[in-house]
């Protein structure tokens, strides 16, 4: 999988941390280039020069980093327009960006509901309809030209776990959306697929950890060592989704269409 991206350029909404930074380092892995894209140009800022630091070759060059409001169309529209003008082109599109709000829903509010939904779901919804647009815009669609789109989903969309009922009624919405778009859009040439991690060492997982062992009156610390895939025994890397990303961004990838694709290390069967 080492080149199956040379050449392209990957939007990437979340990029400055766990997942979508994982993503973002497996895409330059792969050959790519990568508009690393977060609601704080010093967080992205940073997180950019760090990859490049820590990097080889031409990470450098390959990396771009962004600042968009994943709820807002415009920064969407100008962050993608903006990623066309450095590279010359887009060729993929990785919807990473999302929030959990962690409560018993009998107690969860309105505006929690709110806010998952609209950057876990609207949002998403908003990038892939963006990047669409600007595909025929910019004159970068055609028979010869396939784009791609990643939906980061999650097995809690799958699963369905207590106390995070709005947060997995998000992601169950992305693997609806998913499942549409691609029907929807394949004559546009462009494959969407999600995927649903679980596991993941991210700063999301330590939320969640925190959030239980106040609810219980456990050490969060202790929590998130448990918090394994039980067939793997350990906790997934971040770099480890994005390697699934980046085939899943890849022509190789090209027969795999409006999937949701479990990456939990085997937790949830199907």
């Not at 070759?57 to 409001?69: M, Q, S």
């Not at 169309?73 to 990785?94: E, Y």
């Not at 925190?210 to 039980?230: Q, Y």
């Not at 906790?235 to 939990?264: C, K, Y």
Request: charged share 20%; net charge negative.
């Amino acid at each position: 999988m080492e080149n199956d991206l040379q050449g392209q350029v990957i939007f990437v909404t979340g990029a400055a941390g766990g997942i979508g930074l994982g993503i973002t380092r497996a895409v330059v892995e792969a050959g790519g280039c990568v508009a690393m894209a977060d609601l704080d140009q010093e967080v992205v800022n940073e997180a950019r020069e760090n990859l490049v630091a820590g990097a080889t070759g031409a990470a450098d060059r390959n990396l771009i980093a962004l600042t968009v409001d994943v709820s807002n169309q415009q920064s969407i529209k100008n962050a993608m327009n903006a990623t066309i003008d450095s590279f010359g082109q887009l060729n993929g599109l990785v919807n990473n960006a999302g929030v959990i709000r962690l409560g018993e829903n009998l107690s969860a509010s309105i505006e929690d509901w709110r806010k998952q939904f609209e950057i876990n779901v609207f949002a998403v919804h908003l990038c892939c309809t963006e990047f669409a647009n600007l595909l025929v815009e910019r004159d970068l669609a055609g028979d010869d030209k396939l784009a791609s789109i990643v939906n980061i989903a999650s097995n809690a969309g799958k699963v369905g776990y207590p106390n995070m009922a709005g947060y997995n009624a998000s992601k169950a919405a992305v693997i609806s959306l998913t499942r549409t778009l691609s029907a929807e859009w394949a004559d546009r040439n462009i494959n969407i697929n999600a995927v649903c991690p679980g596991g993941v060492l991210t700063p999301m997982l330590h939320e969640v950890a925190r959030s239980i062992g106040d609810r219980i009156g456990e050490d969060a610390g202790e929590l998130v060592k448990t918090m394994v895939p039980a067939q793997l025994g350990r906790h997934i890397d971040p770099v480890e989704v994005g390697r699934i990303v980046a085939f899943l961004l890849s022509d190789a990838a090209t027969i795999i269409r409006g999937q949701s694709i479990n990456v939990d290390g085997g937790d949830t069967p199907y």
